[in-house]
């Protein structure tokens, strides 16, 4: 008589297959709300940090050309390498594309590809 309530408690134990799926659906619901709203605050953040960079770059590129740089530096090592841009400061941007730096007469143009990279495009960042 004593085997029949031991058995019966070790079919209670466990959890049977459908319960787990439950639960793994329902991570997985969770885990993909939390993509949804993580996301495009990366991304933004990711545009926000290239904008700080971008000015932070072109205040270099003032700074060199007022300390008798002649021509409109050609890379941001460049600046570095004139003591006008910290060698800590980024030296592209987060999606690891270089600077544009174009200088128009007194005119300073910094501008970053984007996410895409390529420049003349929507996704250009400008300050």
């Known amino acids: 008589m004593t085997e029949a309530p031991t058995r019966s408690r070790r079919r209670r134990a466990g959890m049977t297959l459908v319960e787990i799926m439950i639960v793994v659906i329902i991570m997985a619901l969770i885990a993909t709300a939390v993509g949804i709203a993580v996301l495009p605050q990366m991304r933004d953040g990711q545009i926000r940090a290239t904008r700080a960079d971008v000015a932070t770059i072109e205040q270099a590129t003032e700074?060199?050309?007022a300390n008798g740089g002649h021509d409109c530096p050609r890379d941001t090592a460049e600046l570095v390498a004139a003591g006008a841009l910290r060698g800590t400061a980024r030296m592209r941007d987060v999606w690891d594309h270089d600077f544009a730096i174009?200088?128009?007469g007194d005119?300073?143009?910094v501008s970053s590809g984007g996410p895409d990279g390529r420049?003349?495009?929507e996704?250009?960042?400008h300050p």
């Open 102 to 104: 174009v200088c128009e």
């Open 119 to 121: 420049l003349g495009t």
């Open 123 to 125: 996704d250009d960042i």
């Open 63 to 65: 700074l060199y050309l």
């Open 107 to 109: 005119d300073i143009l």
